[in-house]
């Protein structure tokens, strides 16, 4: 392609594309798009799919979450505002967003608490907490926004669905929802393509519900979650056994499948809750929070021969001591205390007694807090782990 020279402070030759590219690359996303609006000649960047796709396998994760409460719903008001927090590349700057929601679009009927549930690719996906009529996936660098309605399946009987994650579909190269819903004491499925708005109902039965209420860690071509035991129980009247306590979907096959997790079976039914998964260093981890003065973290070594290793074992009983929340019922939430969300680097992300996000220093055993602790006893905070990126799912939809 053509050398770019637009500035009209640069003096000489200027940089070939190849090299400005590679620079960008590198760059925050917010810096590049600041960069691609202020100059003519470099906003064909933002519309290159292989430059965005680099620019997204190089970006540094960050740190989303959001602080909600039990709060009445307006029903007055037209337009719901959300304020989502995010830290800098390093954890120590915190910058707020306000994400909108025209009511009058995504949910008629005003009842609307969006809140934050995962990420790809950098578009958050945000569900709708009372109840699940929409979803909503905003990229909160290019301000762009996608409001899905709950696809309703009417045979044999009308039934909503309820969203498990967000996909990138390797092999169509389109973003995709995958939804969960019931047929009797049966768990069924569907995808729908944002692309097309189409969705396609997924013939195979969902033998173990995935713990939805947790982002899906996605790695190895597929989604992976805890089994939800109560929905299970829910359904059969027995408990998942710890054989099949790790739900993971195939994202080129569309297919379920399930996995044991490490270490010894748990002694109490109905107490996956306690542990989680977690991604470190390119490989997928188990957590076990059953513990009250420990965390123990097993790393899957071999995807293939599900081959796990102890990786870590972290002391927690004082810190869950400071955070310890007077009066509330544990298993009231059916949460674990002590949550590990995302790693940067030699740091853990976790969430402790649903109101506190630490960062735990793998190296040198320390905890940093993150943010402050809300004043509102009633109130929650979610964390995700996100990238923020230059990725249009309008761009991805034309193509």
């Known amino acids: 392609m053509c050398p770019i020279n637009e500035d009209p402070m640069t003096t000489g030759e200027s940089l070939p594309y190849e090299i400005i590219a590679d620079i960008f ?4 996303a917010e810096y590049v798009l600041l960069y691609c609006q202020a100059y003519r000649a470099l906003r064909p960047f933002t519309a290159n799919s292989s430059f965005v796709e680099m620019h997204l396998q190089r970006a540094t994760p960050i740190i989303a979450f959001q602080w909600f409460s039990r709060s009445a719903i307006d029903k007055s008001k037209t337009i719901c505002k959300v304020n989502l927090s995010f830290t800098d590349e390093n954890a120590k700057k915190i910058v707020t967003k306000r994400f909108e929601v025209d009511l009058r679009f995504g949910c008629p009927k005003r009842l609307c608490l969006p809140h934050l549930h995962s990420s790809c ?9 009372l109840p699940d009529t929409a979803y909503f996936l905003w990229n909160p660098v290019i301000q762009e926004q996608v409001i899905v309605t709950t696809p309703i399946v009417t045979r044999p009987s009308r039934t909503e ?5 967000v996909f990138f579909h390797p092999t169509a190269r389109d973003y995709r929802l ?16 944002l692309a097309t708005k189409s969705t396609r109902l997924i013939p195979n039965t969902v033998s173990h519900p995935p713990d939805i209420v947790r982002p899906p860690i996605v790695l190895n071509g597929a989604l992976h979650w805890m089994v939800d035991d109560i929905y299970y129980n829910s359904l059969r009247g027995d408990w998942p056994v710890c054989s099949d306590s790790i739900v993971f979907f195939n994202m080129n096959k569309e297919e379920f499948g399930t996995m044991s997790h490490p270490g010894d079976p748990c002694p109490l039914t109905g107490q996956h809750y306690l542990k989680g998964l977690v991604e ?11 513990s009250h003065d420990e965390l123990v973290i097993w790393m899957l070594d071999d995807y ?9 074992v972290i002391i927690i009983a004082e810190m869950r001591k400071s955070c310890m929340v007077l009066g509330v019922s544990i298993r009231s939430y059916r949460e674990a205390r002590v949550q590990v969300i995302h790693m940067y680097g030699d740091n853990l992300l976790l969430r402790v007694y649903y109101r506190n996000l630490f960062l735990y220093n793998l190296t040198l055993g320390t905890f940093r807090r993150i943010g402050k602790m809300s004043a509102d006893s009633d109130s929650r905070v979610r964390a995700v782990g996100h990238i923020n990126s230059l990725v249009s799912l309008s ?5």
């Not at 690359?25 to 925050?28: A, C, D, I, V």
């Open 25 to 28: 690359t590198r760059l925050p």
């Open 178 to 193: 995958l939804f969960t819903y019931n047929e009797g004491v049966r768990i069924k499925s569907m995808v729908l393509s």
């Open 161 to 165: 669905c309820t969203a498990c994650g």
């Open 121 to 129: 690719n950098g578009f958050l996906l945000l569900r709708n907490r």
């Open 304 to 312: 293939e021969k599900q081959g796990w290793v102890k990786k870590h």
């Open 395 to 399: 761009s991805t939809m034309s193509r």
């Open 280 to 290: 470190m260093e390119e490989h997928l981890c188990y957590y076990d929070n059953s």
